[in-house]
């Protein structure tokens, strides 16, 4: 069973247009993530959810809006993309307990999203 | 603001040689965690190794181990008897804020490492 499981992996789509990433975890953690990876390959957090709760809020343009129905859930929906929107997004999930509390990130497969 | 640093774009090993990969951070935060991920050319990150900020040796796992010099902020990733399977690019990363609401993982711009048969 994938820990972290993100759909689709690829999605090519026109600017403008409306789109969904979704993200499921089955390792029973309380917090979920989105990173987005350039093409330079640069990963920069955009939001965390803790148990539902939204935790974290990068400079994201608003056209990004997160969602989390439960804890084991996190979508991304990306409204009127642009150009720039074209990279990877990575789901993640972390717990507070293990390895001392360190936090390690579970990374999903990433979503590799194209905008024409 | 919290700031991770990886200094070599690239790097070149020759397979069963060990390589040290560099990473400064900079933090006003005392509890923070330092990690190194891998991504292989398939794209999927890997974590390989963790460092906290009031351990007091230095982390290993297998052929991994962390110099982490905390005086100088800095958690280089050595590997040892490299394989040319370790072709990738590699993150330092770190999280602060052990104890606070929202734990924040920020990445460095990666090194990517090429391992020579």
């Known amino acids: 069973d994938t820990a972290v499981s993100q759909t689709p992996k690829y999605l090519v789509t026109q600017m403008g247009n409306d789109k969904s990433i979704k993200c499921e975890q089955n390792?029973?953690?309380?917090?979920m993530y989105w990173y987005k990876q350039d093409s330079k390959k640069f990963l920069k957090i955009m939001f965390s959810y803790n148990n539902k709760e939204l935790i974290i809020n990068e400079t994201v343009p608003n056209r990004f809006s997160p969602k989390s129905p439960d804890k084991a859930h996190l979508n991304l929906h990306i409204n009127s993309l642009e150009l720039g929107d074209s990279a990877v997004y990575f789901c993640a999930s972390s717990s507070r307990t293990g390895i001392s509390g360190a936090n390690v990130l579970t990374f999903g497969a990433g979503s590799r999203l194209t905008v024409l | 603001a919290q700031k991770i640093t990886q200094t070599q774009p690239g790097m070149f090993v020759q397979e069963k040689e060990a390589v040290t990969l560099d990473c400064t951070y900079d933090t006003s935060d005392p509890s923070y965690g330092l990690f190194w991920y891998k991504q292989p050319s398939s794209g999927e990150m890997i974590f390989l190794i963790y460092?906290?900020?009031?351990?007091?040796q230095n982390a290993t796992e297998g052929r991994y181990s962390l110099n982490f010099q905390k005086a100088r902020k800095s958690a280089n990733l050595v590997i040892s008897a490299s394989q040319l399977g370790d072709s990738a690019m590699y993150f330092c990363a770190m999280r602060e804020g052990r104890n606070t609401g929202g734990f924040k993982t920020i990445f460095g711009a990666g090194t990517r490492l090429f391992v020579k048969a």
């Open positions: 460092q906290g900020s009031y351990d007091q």
């Open positions: 390792l029973g953690h309380d917090t």
